[in-house]
């Protein structure tokens, strides 16, 4: 194994102090004793035991809950569909138009999306809530799934779909027979990042929602404005832990199955 | 009804299953098949030979529906298919990449088409062990693609494109992974299955002798055309141009200038024969035995021959000659016979290098006289000995290289010139007792029905 010399010690100690010290902190004042922030006087789980009696913020989980579930739902049918269109249909005129279409909300600054969003349900009346809520984040999350599930087609090889259309399945049979199930961990995958991401969104959420329709991170946002309690601590890291585990697991089935899949198409397809 | 020769092509009655007409297929500004027409007739077993590129795989696609001709028509049963989406063709095709479904077993393989078109749970259950049972796979139904041998899955491959028994079979390249046993088993398999069953199969391969094996009729292809289409045994013996001579089997080509064949004295001081009379039964024919080995063609034939195939294969009489006059199994056997060959007259003279005797090629076309021609010779038609041989055609070489294949041996003569002209000569004897090695001076010798002469491609 190659030793590792001490600038690369170094900068990698950094980067990673960088990107995780203030998580952790966060994570250890969550089970502070002390209301204080600054003062460290013990380990405790009682914020965690508070925030269970907190209905505001339970109120808020389950609407952060379900507005999860619905819009990544959504999006990963509608980002499934169009990374298929995306990818089979060809060289047709206007594809490279569409697909930078599709994916332009990964660049686009949220604040931007989210107004015009919200000018969006103004104009057309809809009522702010947790519909308007799915709506958004299905909008933004479902690029994220047609990028996952179009980088997985572009490597399926057509001809077996083609081979279904021979021996008699109808293009809808092709793709729920054959296509669906192979490309079916990516289509997890990308499921487990729109719910995660969805999970996690302030400035959508906050520009789309009304008062009915309050999310974690609103809630978390705005409680803190009035200081910063061991409660929230507690909340923002029980998010920290489904977020990783809903990034790792996507990543990992991901993984998993780019290994099989390429094990077995490799042995189902000569040279 | 008796027996007859199966030859739907030779009858102007009979309709074609398959007709392509004019068929052109561009990709962008590439043209992968060019204004191609064809005829397939039903039970054939039709080989699609040419070098990789060509298009076969693209004229397959078009007939099972996943390609649309940019132009022309493709009937099948006199009726244009252009339209009918794939799922609803009775065409099946075992893909050349195989394309079984991962995610499902062997079983499930087979069992996917059948599944599309009937509920019926025995039926799908019987059919599926029936094609297991004919492919050999019936231990390993249970296991998935990734878990066979590659030979295991072109069986697969091709047990699924046949569990529905389509009208129509398309086999891009089916035998390719398997081992040459069980290749020649599976051709036998296949075209057992297609006599049961009447399919009418198209297949590609790469591989002319299966080609030769199983094919009713053979094209030969060469970027997006074809080049010929006819039986095996013509495309083999009658080749229509250098490019077919040369795609199909082993060949020598000595290009020349060809010139109308003077009646050359030695000749007409051998056999002072006649002009060839359709009489039969030459006093000279060297074989005496006409009854099996030398079917006489029927009235079309004789019509075909005179038509259309003489210029190629010259007189009638002449084409059985070849076949008749096949040079002696082994170079040791040929004797300094003082029996004069039987040399047909008539003609044309190939002058092949300055300053050497022109080469007698009594099946050639006259009409090709002052042309540059090209004398397509196959090897096992040049015998090889250390004395001087009585042929008609008569080459000094040196021996270059000697292959060894077992029953047969080729020897790669350079002859005077720096040609290199091979020669077959089967193996009668051990290797230790054979009498020509590597850097003797032979003789190459042929008949004057040996070759055929044809027009040095553009
Ligand atoms: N979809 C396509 N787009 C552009 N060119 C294509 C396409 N499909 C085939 N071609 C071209 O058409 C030509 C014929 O291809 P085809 O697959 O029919 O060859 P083939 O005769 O089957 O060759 P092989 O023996 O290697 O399988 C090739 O030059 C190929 O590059
Ligand atoms: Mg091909």
């Known amino acids: ?271 | 009804m008796a027996e007859t020769v199966f030859a739907p092509w030779t009858d102007p009655e009979a309709k074609p299953l398959i007709q392509f007409k004019g068929v052109t297929k561009r990709f962008g500004d590439f043209t992968a098949i060019d204004n191609l027409t064809l005829d397939i007739y039903a039970r054939e077993f039709f080989a699609l030979l040419g070098p990789s590129g060509c298009g076969k795989t693209t004229m397959m696609r078009m007939l099972a529906g996943f390609e649309t001709p940019t132009e022309g028509q493709i009937l099948l049963n006199g009726q244009d298919i252009g339209a009918v989406p794939p799922n609803k063709r009775a065409v099946n095709m075992m893909f050349q990449s195989y394309a079984l479904f991962p995610h499902l077993t062997v079983w499930d393989n087979i069992a996917f088409g059948l599944r599309r078109e009937t509920r019926d749970k025995d039926a799908i259950n019987a059919r599926v062990e029936e094609m297991l049972r004919l492919t050999r796979l019936t231990k390993f139904a249970k296991r998935k693609p990734h878990q066979i041998s590659g030979g295991q899955r072109q069986r697969v491959a091709l047990a699924r494109s046949l569990a529905k028994a389509p009208k129509l079979l398309l086999l891009d390249e089916p035998l390719g992974a398997l081992d040459r046993k069980l290749r020649e088993e599976t051709q036998f398999e296949l075209m057992d299955i297609q006599e049961k069953t009447g399919t009418t199969f198209i297949i590609v391969t790469h591989d002319q002798e299966e080609a030769m094996t199983v094919a009713s009729r053979v094209a030969v292809m060469d970027e997006g055309r074809i080049v010929q289409v006819a039986t095996p045994d013509v495309i083999y013996e009658a080749p229509n141009s250098v490019y077919v001579a040369d795609f199909i089997g082993d060949v020598n080509l000595i290009p020349g200038q060809a010139a109308v064949r003077e009646t050359a004295p030695e000749a007409a001081e051998v056999v002072a024969e006649p002009a060839p009379e359709p009489t039969p039964a030459a006093a000279s024919d060297p074989v005496p035995d006409t009854g099996k080995e030398a079917p006489q063609p029927n009235a079309f034939g004789i019509w075909l021959h005179d038509n259309m195939l003489k210029p190629i294969l010259g007189e009638r009489r002449a084409q059985a000659e070849p076949l008749k006059q096949l040079p002696p199994p082994a170079p040791e056997q040929i004797k300094a016979a003082p029996v004069p060959q039987d040399v047909p007259e008539g003609g044309v003279t190939i002058t092949w290098a300055a300053g050497k005797a022109p080469l007698i090629a009594a099946n050639g076309d006259t009409a090709l006289a002052g042309e540059k021609v090209v004398l397509a010779l196959r090897p096992e038609k040049v015998s090889i000995s250390k004395e001087r041989p009585d042929h008609p055609n008569i080459l000094r070489g040196k021996v270059i290289d000697i292959a060894y294949l077992g029953n047969i041996s080729t020897y790669h003569v350079e002859i005077e010139g720096g040609t290199m002209i091979k020669a077959q000569a089967a193996n009668t004897r051990r290797l230790s007792r054979r009498g020509i090695t590597w850097e003797d001076d032979v003789w190459l010798g042929f008949t004057a029905t040996a070759g055929v002469v044809l027009k040095e491609d553009a």
Not at chain 1, 3 to 18: E, I, K, Q, Y
Not at chain 1, 112 to 141: C, N, Q, W
Request: hydrophobic letters at 55%.
């Open chain 1, 1 to 271: 194994m190659r030793r590792f010399s001490w600038f690369n010690v170094t900068s990698l100690t950094l980067g990673f102090a960088f990107l995780y010290l203030p998580m952790v902190l966060l994570v250890v004042y969550s089970f502070n004793e002390s209301r204080l922030v600054t003062v460290w006087a013990g380990f405790s789980t009682k914020w965690y035991g508070e925030l269970l009696q907190n209905e505001e913020f339970l109120d808020a989980a389950l609407v952060t809950l379900k507005v999860g579930l619905m819009s990544s739902t959504l999006a990963t049918i509608l980002g499934t569909m169009a990374a298929y269109v995306l990818v089979r249909a060809g060289r047709f005129r206007g594809r490279t138009l569409f697909s930078g279409m599709i994916y332009a909300p990964l660049v686009m600054p949220e604040v931007i999306t989210g107004l015009s969003l919200l000018l969006l349900f103004i104009g057309i009346g809809l009522d702010r809530g947790v519909l308007t809520i799915v709506l958004a984040h299905t909008t933004f999350s479902m690029c994220y799934v047609s990028v996952v599930v179009s980088s997985r087609l572009s490597s399926f090889d057509t001809s077996l779909e083609e081979a279904a259309l021979d021996l008699g399945a109808s293009p809808f049979e092709a793709f729920r027979l054959v296509t669906l199930p192979i490309i079916a961990p990516a289509v997890i995958s990308g499921w487990l990042l729109a719910f995660t991401l969805s999970l996690d969104d302030l400035v959508i959420a906050s520009f789309t929602t009304g008062p009915s329709a309050t999310t974690l991170p609103i809630k978390i946002f705005s409680a803190v404005r009035l200081g910063v309690s061991p409660e929230i601590n507690a909340l923002s890291t029980i998010l920290i832990g489904i977020v990783t585990v809903g990034v790792i697991s996507a990543s990992l089935i991901t993984k998993r199955a780019a290994v099989r899949q390429a094990r077995e198409e490799q042995a189902a397809v000569r040279s």
